[in-house]
């Protein structure tokens, strides 16, 4: 079964350092997203990604974050200097159309410290 | 704004036993509703979904039920198995907006299956 990969799995950094997660979505799909979830809490919306281009993005999304789709590939998410409270778990996820559920990788662990 | 609420932030259920999970959502103008199961470690996995010309669904095992009228809808589970036992997120869409496919997920129920 086609899955979304994620990585690294894990990622520590220190706090104002740069980091980009990095993400191969399903190769059929059209629709690409970056979510997520502080420890215990809900899955929240960062991004959305379509046709080489931002379709939608949160208050989250602010100016250190950016998207990137370098290659037919890959889909990146690169924040610029972390702060503490961008400790979280990262997930990308891909659908092959707007009107369809989600495939999400198994995340990647922020810890900034 | 938006917001996806469940009902109950624990489930603790027998094996064997039917399972009912709930969610409740403000936005009138979502079509489109999907349940997912998060287990421990891993990403949120697709488990059923339902547009809003429907007011039920069915898979395996699982049964979506869909209420408009206000605004709240319930997975069920079969006979729930031990490997059941996760978080269950609900997550509302809508469709017909711009090209964003964006999903608002609801805080999330922990199932726990007791043998």
């Known amino acids: 079964e086609p899955e979304v990969t994620q990585t690294p799995s894990h990622q520590v950094t220190q706090m104002g350092q740069e980091v980009i997660l990095r993400c191969v979505p399903i190769?059929?799909?059209?629709?690409f997203y970056w979510y997520r979830q502080i420890l215990g809490q809900k899955v929240e919306f960062l991004v959305s990604?379509?046709?080489?281009?931002?379709?939608?993005k949160s208050e989250i999304f602010d100016d250190q974050f950016s998207v990137e789709r370098p290659d037919g590939s890959n889909f990146t998410l690169k924040i610029r200097s972390t702060k503490l409270e961008d400790s979280a778990m990262y997930f990308c996820?891909?659908?092959?159309?707007?009107?369809?559920?989600?495939?999400f990788g198994s995340g990647t662990r922020l810890t900034v410290v | 704004g938006e917001s996806v609420g469940l009902h109950l932030p624990t489930l603790s259920v027998q094996e064997g036993d039917n399972s009912i999970i709930n969610c409740a959502y403000s936005n009138s103008a979502s079509d489109y509703f999907i349940w997912y199961k998060q287990e421990s470690g891993k990403g949120p996995q697709f488990i059923i979904d339902?547009?809003?010309?429907?007011d039920k669904r069915q898979g395996q095992r699982v049964t979506v039920l869909l209420n408009k009228t206000v605004k709240h809808l319930s997975l069920q589970i079969a006979a729930t198995q031990p490997g059941d036992s996760a978080v269950y997120f609900c997550a509302e869409r809508t469709t017909r907006r711009t090209n964003a496919g964006k999903s608002t997920f609801g805080d999330g129920t922990t199932l726990t299956v007791k043998p």
């Open positions: 996820a891909s659908s092959l159309d707007s009107g369809y559920g989600y495939t």
């Open positions: 990604f379509y046709n080489n281009e931002i379709s939608e």
């Open positions: 190769s059929n799909h059209l629709y």
């Open positions: 339902i547009r809003s010309n429907m």
